[in-house]
């Protein structure tokens, strides 16, 4: 029996905890492919994400303009690049939270492992609350699958925005989604399509250790 700290009235999120995957998730990965409108033109990203319980995430994302690193474990944060390694500041931290809770799988962890508060709103999707962020999320009722996710973001000039994530195409087995629309204030900003979702096969711990190469160097004036 899955724990969630919700109210009866937020049964769906019960529903929604014991809609996919095995009893216990205790890790996590999963590929995908990006289409990002960007005022350019089109950017294509491949990345691979990788968590196992309760505090470690690490996100690897390929551009053409080169790979990009993220990792997040305990108090330690940190990112490469093709300049070198980094600290991660605190928007930047907080940032790898709100990628790890947007996560479809990664969300579905949180509620089972009891860190979600959830409360209903007025007009209609339920309002989560997780290590200090707020999502609102709409499910559907019959079958418990996140069907919608909204959270505060920023698009890729750095400008705020809300961002609302809309998971479709479940696959018939798994339960899990294998296509995401983003949409910034409405307007769509990227297409991802999930490659493919592995539970409970543990990454290798050095995943998460920081890399012995040169640190960054800031940039001059």
């Given at each position: 029996?899955?724990?969630?700290?919700?109210?009866?009235?937020?049964?769906?999120?019960?529903?929604?905890?014991?809609?996919?995957?095995p009893?216990?998730?205790?890790?996590?990965?999963?590929?995908?492919?990006?289409?990002?409108?960007?005022?350019s033109?089109?950017?294509?990203?491949?990345?691979?994400g990788?968590?196992?319980a309760?505090?470690?995430?690490?996100?690897?994302?390929?551009?053409?303009?080169?790979?990009?690193?993220?990792?997040?474990?305990?108090?330690?944060?940190w990112?490469a690049?093709?300049?070198?390694v980094?600290?991660?500041?605190?928007?930047?931290?907080?940032?790898?939270?709100?990628?790890?809770?947007?996560?479809?799988?990664g969300?579905?962890w949180?509620?089972?492992?009891?860190?979600?508060?959830?409360?209903?709103?007025?007009?209609?999707?339920?309002?989560?609350?997780?290590?200090?962020?707020?999502?609102?999320?709409?499910?559907?009722?019959?079958?418990?699958?996140?069907l919608?996710?909204?959270?505060?973001?920023?698009?890729?000039?750095?400008?705020?925005?809300?961002?609302k994530?809309?998971?479709?195409?479940?696959?018939a087995?798994?339960?899990?989604?294998?296509?995401?629309?983003?949409?910034?204030?409405?307007?769509?900003?990227?297409?991802?399509?999930?490659?493919?979702?592995?539970?409970?096969?543990?990454?290798?711990?050095?995943?998460?250790?920081?890399?012995?190469?040169?640190?960054?160097?800031?940039?001059?004036?």
């Amino acid at each position: 029996m899955y724990w969630v700290m919700a109210t009866a009235c937020c049964a769906v999120l019960e529903l929604f905890a014991a809609s996919a995957g095995p009893a216990k998730i205790e890790s996590f990965s999963y590929r995908t492919l990006s289409v990002v409108q960007t005022p350019s033109g089109e950017l294509t990203a491949v990345s691979q994400g990788y968590f196992v319980a309760p505090d470690a995430y690490r996100e690897d994302a390929t551009m053409s303009f080169g790979k990009i690193v993220t990792v997040r474990r305990g108090d330690e944060a940190w990112a490469a690049t093709p300049r070198g390694v980094s600290d991660l500041t605190p928007d930047q931290r907080k940032r790898t939270i709100e990628r790890l809770y947007r996560n479809y799988v990664g969300l579905l962890w949180a509620v089972r492992d009891g860190r979600v508060e959830a409360e209903e709103t007025p007009d209609g999707p339920l309002l989560l609350r997780v290590e200090g962020l707020e999502l609102r999320a709409s499910f559907d009722e019959a079958t418990g699958r996140l069907l919608e996710l909204s959270t505060p973001g920023a698009n890729i000039m750095g400008a705020p925005v809300t961002e609302k994530r809309v998971f479709s195409d479940f696959d018939a087995e798994t339960n899990l989604p294998k296509r995401i629309s983003v949409l910034h204030d409405e307007e769509p900003a990227a297409e991802i399509t999930i490659k493919s979702w592995t539970l409970n096969d543990s990454p290798a711990a050095e995943l998460f250790e920081r890399p012995d190469v040169p640190e960054e160097k800031e940039r001059d004036p």
